[in-house]
Structure formats: C-alpha cells, structure tokens
C-alpha cells in the first residue's frame, strides 16, 4: 500500500512564496513518477508539475511554468513543490500524486495510480 502525505501548504499574500512536501511510503519511491495537481472552482483537476524517476526530466503547466518548481529527494523518499510569485487563482488544494508505468513524467491526473489527501494553498490579494 502506497501512502502520500503532504505538507506546507497555508495562507500566503500575492507574490509570496510557499514549498510544499510530500513524503512517500510503503514501496520503492524511485520506481515513481511524481507529480503535483490541483484543482481549481469548476475546473477539473490539473497536473501543475511532474517529476521523472531520477529528477533529470520535469514538466510544468503553462500556468505555472518559470513561478514553480518541482524537485525530489529520493534518499528521503519525498517530493517537493516551490511556488513563487504566488497569486489568488493559484489558490486551490494540491495534491501529490505517484505513477509508475512507461515514461518520463505524466501531464495527465487520470494516469497517477496514488494521491495523497492535500494541501490546502490560499493566496490572499
């Protein structure tokens, strides 16, 4: 049983900055591609960024691209999530969520097999 467990999420000003964890447990973490969703009022959930096995390979989503960052540490079985530049429509729960299977990082929420229970982010204006 794989278990996701995030953390660091809270309530930030515009254009401030916040990291969020996620710590892994129950199978190997490297086997995993990771990535971060979150889903915003009357969207569905989106893949912000996502992270290949060893860190060499990463993506982000339009919106986020060059304001966040996605890195892991797979010797402390966690993944983290450094937003900066934060603003109100980043606001949303985000959730960490595991895939295994082919490839390098995955775009697509429907793919990752696990999630963890989230975090809620609030960007005040």
């Known amino acids: 049983q794989v278990q996701l467990l995030e953390s660091g999420g809270g309530l930030v000003q515009a254009g401030g900055s916040l990291r969020l964890s996620c710590v892994v447990s129950?199978?190997?973490?490297?086997?995993?591609?990771m990535g971060w969703s979150r889903q915003l009022p009357g969207k569905e959930r989106e893949i912000v960024a996502s992270i290949s096995r060893t860190g060499g390979t990463t993506y982000y989503a339009d919106s986020v691209k060059g304001r966040f960052t996605i890195s892991r540490d797979n010797a402390k079985n966690t993944v983290y999530l450094q937003m900066y530049t934060l603003n109100p429509e980043d606001t949303a729960v985000y959730y960490c969520?595991?895939?295994?299977?082919?490839?390098?990082?995955?775009?697509?929420?429907?793919?990752?097999?696990?999630w963890g229970q989230g975090t809620q982010v609030t960007v005040s204006s």
């Open positions: 129950g199978r190997t973490f490297s086997s995993y591609i």
């Open positions: 969520g595991a895939r295994g299977g082919v490839g390098l990082t995955s775009s697509s929420a429907g793919a990752y097999e696990y």
